[in-house]
């Protein structure tokens, strides 16, 4: 994933052969570790490649396994937001200093997180999930099976006053940013 603003450009990808404490990783600047996961369990280790135009910061950020680096990040001026499935967290770009740093309660999987007026939505596999600036959850909302279509339609599409929804028995869901449902 690339993103990009006046003050830096920002390049995430996962890195396939980062192994928790081992001497032949890639060398990085920081390394952050916010749940303390080891060599044994299952994780997944993002590369986050700040270009910041006058220095780079590299940084490995080690995650849940079911983390996904597509969609996983919002950059706002100073601020990286960054999901690794029911983890969120905020760096500072101009150091990489953790900022905020929150565990969510859900169900499921989550792939995806995006700003909205009042904060961010989070799309997962059960589940979609508002939470605030602060990272504070305000709601959630589930289906009768999971986001995702088999016919072919967009299973997770959000508009600019509402979210529509396809689940696997291609099931339509309309919800508003109180997760309140439409129709």
């Known amino acids: 994933m690339v993103l990009q603003n006046n003050i830096c450009n920002?390049?995430?990808?996962?890195?396939?052969?980062?192994?928790?404490?081992?001497?032949?990783n890639k060398s990085y600047d920081l390394i952050i570790n916010p749940i303390h996961l080891n060599r044994n369990d299952m994780y997944r280790a993002f590369s986050i490649e700040i270009n910041l135009f006058y220095k780079?910061?590299?940084?490995?950020?080690?995650?849940?396994?079911?983390?996904?680096?597509?969609?996983?990040?919002?950059?706002?001026?100073e601020t990286l937001t960054i999901l690794q499935n029911n983890i969120i967290i905020q760096l500072d770009v101009n150091n990489g200093t953790v900022l905020n740093f929150k565990k969510i309660d859900s169900f499921g999987f989550n792939c995806g997180i995006y700003k909205v007026?009042?904060?961010?939505?989070?799309?997962?596999e059960i589940e979609i999930?508002?939470?605030?600036?602060?990272?504070n959850k305000k709601w959630a909302f589930s289906g009768k099976d999971i986001f995702v279509s088999t016919s072919g339609k967009k299973a997770f599409e959000l508009c600019e006053d509402?979210?529509?929804?396809y689940d696997f028995e291609d099931n339509f869901y309309m919800i508003d940013f109180s997760g309140r449902l439409i129709n």
């Open 10 to 24: 920002i390049n995430i990808s996962i890195d396939h052969t980062y192994t928790i404490e081992s001497a032949d």
């Open 56 to 77: 780079t910061i590299s940084i490995v950020l080690i995650g849940d396994f079911y983390s996904y680096d597509t969609d996983c990040a919002i950059l706002e001026e």
């Open 117 to 124: 007026k009042s904060g961010y939505i989070i799309y997962g």
């Open 129 to 135: 999930t508002m939470i605030d600036f602060n990272l």
């Open 162 to 165: 509402f979210i529509k929804l």
